[in-house]
């Protein structure tokens, strides 16, 4: 079973039986984004996205 964590600006998080790629097929696109087979983001909070000398290739 996959699971996937809500978390909100509040700190309030959500714990729900439901794959990160099934949640994302039911949000908008133009403002959600997968960084990582296990991280997505609302755009509005991801300041920029830059390539990161240690330890591994990106740094948001």
Same mark, same amino acid.
């Given at each position: 079973m996959n699971y996937t964590w809500l978390v909100w &600006?509040?700190?309030e998080r959500l714990l729900l039986a439901r794959s990160l790629g099934y949640m994302l097929a039911r949000l908008p696109d133009s403002d959600f984004v997968r960084l990582h087979?296990?991280?997505a983001f609302h755009r509005?909070?991801?300041g920029g996205v830059?390539? &990161?000398p240690m330890p591994g290739p990106w740094r948001v």
């Open positions: &600006d509040t700190g087979r296990q991280y509005h909070w991801v830059e390539r &990161d």
